[in-house]
């Protein structure tokens, strides 16, 4: 048991009463030490280049208004990718300059919705590009490209760059990027690149190999460019052997990297960076219990209420994710599969873990759930989807989110008139 993981073992009961199970629980200090981490980068690579530079917080990690408050008291700006998250950033207070559209085949009204919140859009494709100037012509842009190199990340699921991914414009297409542009007077101001999802410190040097040749390409195609955005993928530690990215070695890296750049490339006034995961990933956990315990064909299967609806990243990516038992007072060690309560083979939160055989009712504690956890759950099943609230350094607890109920599921249902529900 990690000692964040033992700061939830005095309220962990008490909050599964209140707020039912599974629920997600945040906590605020770890939180805001992240966001702080990036307002420190961001500051130290100001410093060093002269130049703007703005960190905005890739809402789609999760877009939970108490995240977004401690984004915007640290100076963080955001982006988002869709309507709603659009809708959810600007309640939040966050002003038009201050977040930055990154989508990826939308349609033409959901580029006019954009449009006319005078936002600056990031358009990932030549057809998009001409879907947006067929509309707003004279208008100015930034284009996502995919530089070539193979991306970084911990599955396949989440590379962003190389020959196989979906994302960005390659080298080999810039020409037509630029008739396109031609075609519809439209001011390419800013180039974006993201490399993958999740790098630590034995992938630094591929993540400033991906910004050298994205950086490169702009030098050798692009001119007049204002806005470099350099992305995300900034990492944390999921696994108890890793170790957590030091920021200052990529800052120090970045640094050179970027220097050299501005020194050959006058016309650059800002830096873009896009953290998602760094910022809410190890604040958050999912708190579920233990529903059923069963030995077949010598495996060992501890069922929990926590489905694969809840939390998908193991499901979906085969993702590793720490899982703490509270409550057993046995001192029997088995490997066990922590299983959920879905009615799929891979609904599995965590494979040939060692733990102590608990009992019926225990607790079960998630880790690193604050990022990609409650903003990809689903009804999958008809399951509900958790609550949330957030855990204060003074032990005050602030409900983020209702638990859903089947009402809410029912709501947005049309059943035929002879059914009476």
């Known amino acids: 048991m990690n000692n964040k993981t033992e700061r939830l073992k005095e309220y962990a009961k008490m909050l599964i009463n209140k707020y039912g199970s599974p629920l997600y629980v945040y906590d605020y200090e770890i939180l805001k030490k992240r966001c702080e981490d990036m307002s420190k980068l961001q500051k ?18 999760n877009s939970n208004p108490y995240i977004l408050e401690t984004v915007k008291e640290a100076g963080l700006y955001v982006d988002c990718m869709s309507p709603v998250e659009l809708m959810i950033n600007k309640k939040c207070g966050f002003k038009n300059q201050e977040i930055l559209y990154v989508c990826n085949n939308i349609t033409a009204e959901e580029m006019k919705l954009v449009y006319e919140s005078k936002i600056l859009i990031c358009l990932d494709s030549i057809s998009q ?26 599955s396949e699921k989440v590379i962003t760059s190389g020959k196989l991914t979906k994302f960005g414009i390659t080298e080999e297409n810039f020409e037509e990027l630029f008739e396109v542009a031609k075609k519809y007077n439209l001011t390419i101001i800013g180039i974006h690149q993201h490399l993958g999802s999740l790098f630590l410190n034995d992938k630094i040097d591929n993540y400033i190999m991906g910004v050298k040749a994205g950086l490169n390409l702009i030098k050798k195609h692009f001119k007049n460019i204002k806005i470099v955005d350099l992305g995300g993928g900034f990492g944390v530690p999921y696994k108890p052997e890793e170790k957590p990215l ?76 720490e899982i703490t038992i509270f409550g057993t007072k046995s001192e029997e060690k088995i490997q066990a599969n922590i299983v959920g ?33 409650s903003s990809m ?3 999958y099943t008809g399951r509900l989807r958790p609550g949330e609230v957030m855990i204060y350094k003074d032990g005050r607890i602030e409900k983020m989110k209702d638990r859903e109920t089947e009402t809410n599921i029912l709501q947005g249902l049309y059943f035929p008139k002879k059914y009476k529900i």
């Not at 590009?129 to 911990?154: A, E, L, S």
């Not at 501005?262 to 219990?289: D, H, M, T, W």
């Open 44 to 61: 130290q690579l100001e410093n060093a280049l002269a130049k703007k530079v703005r960190m905005h917080y890739s809402t789609k990690a």
């Open 129 to 154: 590009v001409d879907t947006w100037g067929k509309q707003f012509p004279g208008t100015k842009i930034m284009v996502r490209i995919n530089p070539g190199v193979v991306g970084v990340g911990h």
């Open 246 to 321: 030091n920021l200052d070695i990529v800052s120090e890296k970045l640094i050179k990297v970027l220097k050299e750049f501005v020194n050959e490339y006058q016309s650059v006034e800002e830096f873009k960076f896009e953290p998602g995961r760094y910022i809410p990933c190890e604040a958050g956990y999912l708190i579920g219990q233990v529903t059923a315990i069963k030995h077949e064909n010598g495996q060992y299967y501890i069922g929990t209420d926590i489905g694969m609806n809840q939390l998908v990243r193991p499901s979906m990516y085969d993702a590793y994710h």
């Open 341 to 373: 309560n879905i009615c799929e083979s891979g609904d599995i939160l965590g494979k040939n873990r060692t733990i102590t055989l608990p009992n019926i009712g225990d607790l079960v504690v998630v880790s690193n759930a604050g990022a990609y956890g």
């Open 377 to 379: 759950a689903s009804n």
